[in-house]
């Protein structure tokens, strides 16, 4: 008999960056919100069931309007997990944070984004990267 496997290739079109920062999760948000001018809201934790392997709880925070939408996203498991890589994206576990900017940023692009972010005297690091590129980039599909 033969077997068939079905390859499925995501496009992701948003841009990602990760960022350092030993804030936690509500205080970050609200100096984004601050900062840039926007209404991130803690929304429902994102739950990934991963079969008899456990499971990862992720912080979600959202600020949509008609013309774009930006998350902030904790990239390690709220919960404690049996998981060796309890991380959203393990391709880059050492970022605390993935701020995913979708349709477009307005007045506000990406590179100015990242200048905007690395003022930040509570962001030690900002990185932006090509979701594209990451090994699970399923993940950050919502």
Excluded at 27 to 35: C, F, G, K
Excluded at 51 to 71: C, D, M, P, Q, W
Excluded at 72 to 94: G, M, Q, T, Y
């Amino acid at each position: 008999m033969k077997t068939l496997t079905l390859d499925v290739e995501y496009d992701c079109e948003f841009d990602l960056f990760g960022l350092v920062s030993s804030t936690r999760e509500h205080t970050l948000a609200w100096i984004l919100n601050r900062t840039l001018n926007l209404r991130l809201v803690k929304q429902q934790d994102l739950i990934y069931d991963l079969f008899n392997k456990g499971r990862l709880v992720i912080s979600n925070y959202l600020y949509a309007t008609e013309h774009f939408t930006l998350r902030l996203l904790r990239n390690r498991s709220v919960d404690p997990s049996p998981l060796k890589k309890p991380f959203l994206a393990p391709d880059i576990k050492e970022y605390d944070y993935l701020l995913q900017v979708s349709n477009g940023t307005g007045a506000l692009t990406p590179e100015e984004l990242l200048v905007q972010l690395t003022a930040l005297p509570e962001v030690q690091l900002v990185s932006q990267f090509d979701p594209n590129d990451l090994k699970f980039k399923e993940n950050l599909l919502f």
